[in-house]
């Protein structure tokens, strides 16, 4: 059992936060943080700061946290990380890729420092995870001065999928528990969009249709959701509109038609992995085959943009299955490739030790490979973000051939633009100003349960109203 006792501060989260980046996964306990370390059995830390500890002790007298004696909540916030990695660090014989650096926006914090000498000091994070923020935030920021901050930004979202991915984390149903809920969701979200949809009364610069799986839907209903979306939504053709069509074992010739008629130029189609046998034993209903002919048939119908999502450190993968599925995309040559690593939260299935630990960075290895052949291929990084319950202490990182990367994700992932959300669990954003890089937030959920959705389509299209100022 490995403990840190807090005294003089109570910067709980970001110790917690500072042992994840470790793999380490502390109790919820508010002035103690234990978890088991088979490295550190009986180890007992003490993370101090007051007038006379301008450095501290350790309870057992075995190890020391220094903390510098600083006074404001930001100084003290960062220097308890500091020290904490710093004593871990030394204490476990690790390095986590981004150091100290939790948050959840890497790039925010390159921005700021816009050295990546200083994010290594000051934050010890690796220098070329440092590059890699550095390259991202001047891109990113290169996509975001094309999303007018006056214009809106949609996302519709489809809480369904055909079956449950082992590792998903998403408010997503199985779609053969709600066979008979999916008319009654459409109508809900017909209601929701057709109240606020006429009375926007501003540009609409993108919209993203996701999920769980858009294409969940037979073609007839598919064709009501997009009609749906179109006949109340006012699009220019510069809207950039983009289909999750996610899963392959989803898509037909006719929705493929559809989206391609009703003016939709960018799609999704996400393999994870282009190994077979692991997307069987990830309960998903496809195979890397079924993914290369639907792939095929996307180019057919002419989109502009197809991205593609792997995961790295899927639960039944080594690094080489990892690399085969990078090199079978590159071949495919999608515009955009997006690179997740596993990472786990409350809902999924898999257990957290399936997630937690890479002890050989074989993992951390096999991403740097991965990044360098996509590289190499021409693909530039573009947006990034981390997940509190990564594993690895990676990141997620979307790549595009450039001039193809997605207006939405950044829109998205910076918190910098206005996003409005209709259906089950979205949020929507109002931003409100900045300071530097960083922006003024509020938000407005979305009830998340599908039925108590469906029950309240009306109250909740009334809530975006009132949130965005048009009643
Ligand atoms: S496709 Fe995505 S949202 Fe659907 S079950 Fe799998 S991980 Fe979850």
Same mark, same amino acid.
């Given at each position: 059992?490995?403990?840190?006792?807090?005294?003089?501060?109570?910067?709980?989260?970001?110790?917690?936060?500072?042992?994840?980046?470790?793999?380490?996964?502390?109790?919820?306990?508010?002035?103690?943080?234990?978890v088991?370390?088979?490295?550190?059995?009986?180890?007992?830390?003490?993370?101090a700061?007051?007038?006379?500890?301008?450095?501290?002790?350790?309870?057992?007298?075995?190890?020391?946290?220094?903390?510098?004696?600083?006074?404001?909540?930001?100084?003290?916030?960062?220097?308890?990380?500091?020290?904490?990695?710093?004593?871990?660090?030394?204490?476990?014989?690790?390095?986590?890729?981004?150091?100290? @650096?939790?948050g959840?926006?890497? *790039?925010? $914090?390159?921005? %700021?420092?816009g050295d +990546?000498?200083?994010?290594? =000091?000051?934050?010890?994070?690796?220098?070329?995870?440092?590059?890699?923020?550095?390259?991202?935030?001047?891109?990113?920021?290169?996509?975001?001065?094309?999303?007018?901050?006056?214009?809106?930004?949609?996302?519709?979202?489809?809480?369904?999928?055909?079956?449950?991915?082992?590792?998903?984390?998403?408010?997503?149903?199985?779609?053969?528990?709600?066979?008979?809920?999916?008319?009654?969701?459409l109508?809900?979200?017909?209601?929701?969009?057709?109240t606020?949809?006429?009375?926007?009364?501003?540009?609409?610069?993108?919209?993203?249709?996701?999920?769980g799986?858009?294409?969940?839907?037979?073609?007839?209903?598919f064709?009501?959701?997009?009609?749906?979306i179109?006949?109340? @939504?006012?699009?220019?053709?510069? *809207?950039? $509109?983009?289909v %999750?069509?996610?899963? +392959?074992?989803?898509?037909t =010739?006719?929705?493929l038609?559809?989206?391609?008629?009703?003016?939709?130029?960018?799609?999704?189609?996400?393999?994870?992995?282009?190994?077979?046998?692991?997307?069987?034993?990830?309960?998903?209903?496809?195979?890397?085959?079924d993914?290369?002919?639907?792939?095929?048939?996307?180019?057919?119908?002419?989109?502009?943009?197809?991205?593609?999502?792997?995961?790295?450190?899927?639960k039944?993968?080594?690094?080489?299955?990892?690399?085969?599925?990078?090199?079978r995309?590159?071949?495919?040559?999608?515009?955009?490739?997006?690179?997740?690593?596993?990472?786990?939260?409350?809902?999924?299935?898999?257990?957290?030790?399936?997630?937690?630990?890479?002890?050989?960075?074989?993992?951390?290895?096999?991403?740097?490979?991965?990044?360098?052949?996509?590289?190499?291929?021409?693909?530039?990084?573009?947006?990034?973000?981390?997940?509190?319950?990564?594993?690895?202490?990676?990141?997620?990182?979307?790549?595009?051939?450039?001039?193809?990367?997605?207006?939405?994700?950044?829109?998205?992932?910076?918190?910098?633009?206005?996003?409005?959300?209709?259906?089950?669990?979205?949020?929507?954003?109002?931003?409100?100003?900045?300071?530097?890089?960083?922006?003024r937030?509020?938000?407005?959920?979305?009830?998340?349960?599908?039925?108590?959705?469906?029950?309240?389509?009306?109250?909740?299209?009334?809530?975006?109203?009132?949130?965005?100022?048009?009643?």
């Amino acid at each position: 059992m490995l403990e840190i006792y807090l005294e003089g501060h109570d910067n709980y989260y970001g110790i917690a936060d500072v042992m994840r980046a470790f793999y380490l996964r502390p109790t919820e306990d508010k002035d103690c943080l234990r978890v088991y370390c088979s490295d550190a059995p009986d180890m007992v830390f003490c993370s101090a700061v007051g007038e006379d500890s301008s450095s501290c002790t350790s309870k057992d007298g075995t190890v020391s946290i220094i903390l510098p004696f600083v006074t404001d909540p930001v100084s003290i916030s960062r220097e308890v990380k500091r020290s904490c990695y710093t004593a871990l660090s030394e204490f476990l014989g690790r390095k986590a890729p981004w150091g100290c @650096l939790t948050g959840i926006r890497p *790039t925010l $914090v390159a921005g %700021e420092t816009g050295d +990546p000498q200083e994010l290594s =000091e000051k934050y010890f994070v690796r220098q070329d995870k440092a590059e890699l923020a550095l390259k991202t935030y001047a891109n990113e920021q290169k996509v975001l001065s094309k999303i007018p901050g006056e214009d809106i930004n949609i996302y519709v979202g489809i809480p369904f999928c055909p079956s449950r991915c082992e590792y998903c984390s998403f408010v997503s149903s199985d779609i053969s528990h709600h066979m008979d809920r999916l008319g009654k969701y459409l109508d809900a979200l017909e209601e929701e969009i057709k109240t606020v949809g006429p009375v926007i009364g501003r540009k609409i610069s993108t919209l993203y249709l996701g999920g769980g799986t858009p294409t969940v839907f037979n073609d007839t209903d598919f064709d009501r959701l997009l009609d749906i979306i179109y006949d109340n @939504l006012k699009m220019d053709p510069e *809207t950039e $509109v983009t289909v %999750e069509a996610g899963r +392959p074992d989803t898509i037909t =010739e006719h929705k493929l038609r559809s989206m391609a008629e009703h003016g939709v130029r960018r799609i999704c189609i996400n393999p994870q992995t282009m190994n077979s046998e692991t997307l069987a034993r990830l309960n998903r209903l496809h195979s890397s085959e079924d993914t290369v002919r639907v792939f095929e048939m996307a180019r057919k119908a002419g989109f502009d943009v197809i991205n593609m999502d792997l995961i790295a450190g899927l639960k039944y993968e080594t690094a080489s299955d990892f690399i085969d599925s990078v090199n079978r995309l590159i071949d495919l040559h999608p515009e955009n490739i997006t690179v997740h690593t596993l990472y786990k939260k409350r809902r999924a299935a898999i257990s957290v030790s399936d997630v937690l630990t890479d002890d050989n960075n074989e993992v951390d290895d096999a991403v740097r490979k991965g990044y360098g052949l996509l590289d190499k291929a021409g693909y530039i990084p573009y947006y990034m973000y981390r997940q509190k319950d990564t594993g690895h202490g990676l990141e997620n990182t979307g790549f595009a051939l450039p001039g193809t990367e997605c207006l939405y994700n950044v829109a998205m992932m910076t918190d910098a633009r206005d996003v409005l959300s209709f259906g089950a669990g979205g949020m929507s954003k109002r931003v409100f100003g900045s300071e530097g890089n960083k922006y003024r937030v509020e938000r407005c959920p979305c009830i998340k349960d599908v039925i108590g959705y469906m029950n309240s389509s009306r109250e909740m299209a009334e809530r975006k109203m009132r949130f965005f100022g048009i009643i």
